[in-house]
Nanobody, 122 residues
Framework: QVQLVESGGGSLQAGGSLRLSCAVS????????VGWFRQAPEKEREGVAI??????TYSASVRGRFTISKDNAKSTLDLQMNNLKPEDTANYYC?????????????????WGQGTQVTVSS
């Protein structure tokens, strides 16, 4: 059974940094798709950053500010978020997939964490 547990969310002012972590069990980290998504109130879930066999992809809104990383040995997936903005406020989810190549769409990911809230004030 695949389980994902996020941690590291919180509330902070614009310009600050947070590091989200996702502990994954029951899943073997290889070059299959892993990623972070977020969902703001009344908005659809959107991709933030993914890693697949082709490499790493970031959404335009976070490129240059966020960094995704994974540790295959520890089965963890992290998201370093710098220079946070109020528009980054959302519930953040980590996800993993059985696919080797993934588009920036939640539909490519089968396993999800419960989410961790990030709130950025101006």
């Amino acid at each position: 059974q695949v389980q994902l547990v996020e941690s590291g969310g919180g509330s902070l002012q614009a310009g600050g940094s947070l590091r989200l972590s996702c502990a994954v069990s029951g899943y073997t980290f290889t070059t299959k798709c892993v990623g972070w998504f977020r969902q703001a109130p009344e908005k659809e879930r959107e991709g933030v950053a993914i890693i697949d066999t082709d490499g790493t992809t970031y959404s335009a809104s976070v490129r240059g500010r966020f960094t995704i990383s994974k540790d295959n040995a520890k089965s963890t997936l992290d998201l370093q978020m710098n220079n946070l903005k109020p528009e980054d406020t959302a519930n953040y989810y980590c996800a993993v997939s059985d696919r080797w190549y993934c588009a920036f769409s939640p539909s490519y990911f089968q396993y999800w964490g419960q989410g961790t809230q990030v709130t950025v004030s101006s």
